[in-house]
C-alpha cells in the first residue's frame, strides 16, 4: 500500500503542471481545473492502493478529473452546450465520418492529452498563476500549488507561516483571477514579452526564500530552492528563445552550485572567504555556465538575471576569494545598477569595490546609503558597515554596526555569524 501512495506522489509531483493545465484548457477555469485535479487525486489515493498502479498513471489522473467535469457540467444542465463548443474546437476530429458526432467524451480525452499542446498549458498555467492582478505573494502561493504541486501545508511549512494563510492567498487569487477574467491561454509574443518578467520575478522569489532563509533556524531550504530550479528549467525549455530565461537558470544553478559549502557540521553558515572550494557542484557550475552561455549567445546582451549570473560565475571560477576577478564584479554592478537600481545592488557594488580597492573606497558609498535611509528595515547595511571598520582597523564602530544589525536580522542563522564577529571583537580588544 505504502508503495502506492508513493506512486500517486510521485506523478503528482512530476505531472500535476500538465494535468491542471491539461483541464484548465478544457474547462477554460483554473479554479475549476485545480479542484478537479485533487478530486482526482484523492481518489487515486484510495483505488491505487487498493487495484494497482495503473499503466499510465497520469492518464489516469487526467481521466478522472474529465470524467468529473463532465459530471459537473451534467448537473448544471449545460453538457449538450459544452459538447457542442467542444466539437467547434475540434473541428474535423470532433465528428466521425458521415457527419455523426463522435463519442464527447473520449474526443475530449484525446485532446487533454495531446502532446503538441501539453507544453503550451503548462507555459499558460505559469502566466496565469503570475498574472500581474496577483500580489506578489498570492503568486508565488499559486505557482507553487498549481505548477509546482506542492500542498498548502508543504507551502506553508516552507514559507513559516499558517496553512490558513497559504490557503488564503489562493483562494484570493483565484477570485481575483475570475473576477478579472483572466484566460486560460499563452500571451500573444508582444504581451508574453511584458508579463515574462513576473513568471521570472516569481521564480526568482522562491529560490531566494530557499537560499537564505528569511526567518527560522535554516540555513537553506533545499526543498523550495530545489522546487525553484525546476520550474526555471521548465520556462527556458517552454521558452528557448528568451535569453532571460536562460539567465535565471544559470544564476540559480551557480548559486546552488555553492550550496555544500554554506553550512558548517554546527549548522551554522560558513561566509564565502571560509567555504571550502572543493566542495561546490561542479556539475551545477558547467550547467550554469552552458545556460548563462545560451543566453548570451541571443545576441541581445544580458538582463537582469543574466548579469548576476556572470558575477556568480566569477565566483565560480575563481580558485580563491583573493583571486577572484573582483574589478570585472564591480562593472557587472554598475551594469547591474542602470538596468535595475536598488539599494541591495549598490551595496553588493560596495562590497566588490572593497574588495577591489580596499575598504576605504567602499566605506563613502556604504555611508552614502545609510545617509539616504537605504534598507532601515534590514541587517544587510549595517552588516556590510561593520565589516569595513574591521578592515579599516575601527572596532568600537564595527562592534556597533554588528549590535545593530543583530537587532534588525530574523534569521537565527544570520544572528549566529553576527554574534561569533562581535565575540572575536571582544577577544582581539579586550575591555582594559
Known sequence: MSTAREAVAAVWRIESARIVGALARYTGDLSLAEDLAQEALAEALVSWPRDGVPRSPAGWLLTVGRRRAIDGFRRRAALDDRYAALARDLGEGGAVAGGAPADP????????????????????????????????????????????????????????????????????????LGSAGVPFEVPTADERAVRLGSVLNVIYVIFTEGASASSGRAVIRFDLAGEAQRLARVLARLVPDEPEAHGLVALLELTAARFPARTGQDGAPVLLEDQDRGRWDRSAIGRGRAALAR????????????????????????????ETDWARIVSLYEALGGLAPSPVVALNKAVAVSMAQ????????????????????????????????????????????FEHALKLCGAESERVVLRRKLAALSRSNPEP
Open 295 to 322: 543566453a548570451l549567445a541571443a545576441g541581445r546582451g544580458l538582463g537582469a538575471y543574466g548579469l548576476q549570473a556572470a558575477i556568480a560565475e566569477c565566483h565560480a571560477v575563481a580558485p580563491s576569494v583573493a
Open 105 to 176: 467524451a473520449r474526443a475530449a480525452e484525446e485532446v487533454l492529452w495531446d502532446p503538441d499542446r501539453i507544453d503550451d498549458d503548462v507555459l499558460a498555467l505559469m502566466f496565469v498563476a503570475c498574472h500581474p492582478v496577483l500580489s506578489r505573494e498570492s503568486r508565488v502561493a499559486l505557482t507553487l500549488r498549481v505548477v509546482g504541486g506542492l500542498t498548502s501545508d508543504e507551502i506553508a511549512q516552507a514559507f513559516l507561516v499558517p496553512a490558513a494563510t497559504v490557503q488564503a492567498r489562493i483562494t484570493r487569487a483565484k477570485k481575483a
Open 358 to 401: 580596499g575598504p576605504e573606497a567602499a566605506l563613502p558609498l556604504v555611508d552614502a546609503l545609510a545617509a539616504a535611509g537605504a534598507l532601515p528595515h534590514s541587517h544587510l547595511l549595517p552588516s556590510v558597515r561593520g565589516e569595513l571598520f574591521v578592515r579599516l582597523g575601527r572596532p568600537e564602530e564595527a562592534a556597533t554596526e
